[in-house]
């Protein structure tokens, strides 16, 4: 035994011991450089808000050059300046902003109910297995199925009015929060369900305290996805709508600057659902992001 240790202690290499020393100094003292310190530029550049924001003027710029440099026909393209003067006489001068709000309180009714009747049947598939299973099935039969494609049911059941844009609002919304919420609460750990029940937790407040805060990146996106879906299916119902009942939102201003061959409008209306959408998305999507999954370390 000692034959073999002495063996290979020989085949080692000699250690170097470090000398330790002690700096009374506290002035003299080196802790290396922790962090790097940013030129202005590069500070202004790590936001993302700045970031974002010379990628679409860098768009603007290339669509301004290329209707403008290459004698576009404006009734096929118009040009960004054209476009934005539109924007802003519709806006200031014209209706557009009633139109706006219409499609606005149809959306948030629509989409309200839809993340209400979700959670339902998220509470009934926690419940229960038959739930569970009914869930699963209802999403992999309604969710492909597009919200567009039931207008003609909306219009048969429900005339033509606020009621059919709701009815297929929640089909938008329904399915696409119930899937992705149904899936994140599956995903939560063995060790979280446990202390839940260790703690007496069932019912609605294991829901709450439990899978909710688990599954949280799961049900923004889902939320995300189904305001999406709703967003883009209201622009394209009202389309339909308007065109039948003479009324509507955003889409029939759409709609009627098409039928009048205003194309400048029609760009005109695509820059606010294009600009509703971005607000919502980085805005209010976004804060809640912040103050929640991103505070609690469960997203970067």
């Known amino acids: 035994m000692s034959t073999n240790v ?11 011991i470090r000398r330790e020393f002690e700096v009374s100094d506290l002035e003299q003292a080196q802790t290396g450089e922790v962090a790097i310190k940013l030129s202005w530029m590069e500070r202004i550049w790590n936001v993302d808000a700045v970031r974002k924001l010379v990628i679409l003027l860098s768009l603007v710029a290339v669509w301004q050059v290329y209707t403008v440099g290459f004698d576009v026909e404006p009734l096929m393209l118009p040009s960004f300046s054209d476009s934005f003067v539109t924007l802003y006489n519709a806006l200031f001068h014209g209706d557009l902003i009633y139109k706006i709000w219409f499609s606005i309180k149809v959306l948030i009714v629509g989409y309200s109910a839809g993340l209400f009747l979700a959670a339902v049947l998220i509470l009934w598939a926690t419940a229960s297995r038959f739930g569970s299973d009914f869930i699963a099935m209802a999403t992999a039969m309604f969710n492909p199925l597009p919200a567009i494609a039931l207008l003609p049911l909306a219009m048969l059941w429900f005339g033509l009015g606020t009621a059919s844009l709701v009815f297929v609002l929640i089909h938008s919304v329904l399915w696409a929060v119930a899937l992705s919420t149904h899936s994140g609460f599956e995903g939560v750990s063995q060790t979280l369900r446990m202390i839940g029940r260790n703690y007496g937790l069932h019912g609605f407040g294991y829901v709450w305290k439990i899978l909710v805060p688990a599954a949280l990146p799961s049900i923004l996106a889902g939320m995300k996805i189904g305001w ?34 205003e194309t400048d409008g029609v760009f005109a209306g695509l820059f606010m659902v294009i600009l509703i959408g971005f607000v919502v998305e980085n805005v209010v999507f976004r804060n809640v992001e912040t103050r929640t999954v991103i505070r609690w370390g469960m997203q970067r």
Do not use: C, H, M
Request: proline fraction near 2%.
């Open 6 to 16: 002495t063996k290979r202690d020989a085949e080692l290499p000699d250690l170097v």
């Open 228 to 261: 999406a879906f709703a967003w883009r299916t209201l622009i394209g119902a009202e389309l339909v709508f308007g065109a039948s009942s003479g009324s509507g939102g955003l889409g029939w201003y759409i709609f009627e600057s098409s039928q009048n061959i």
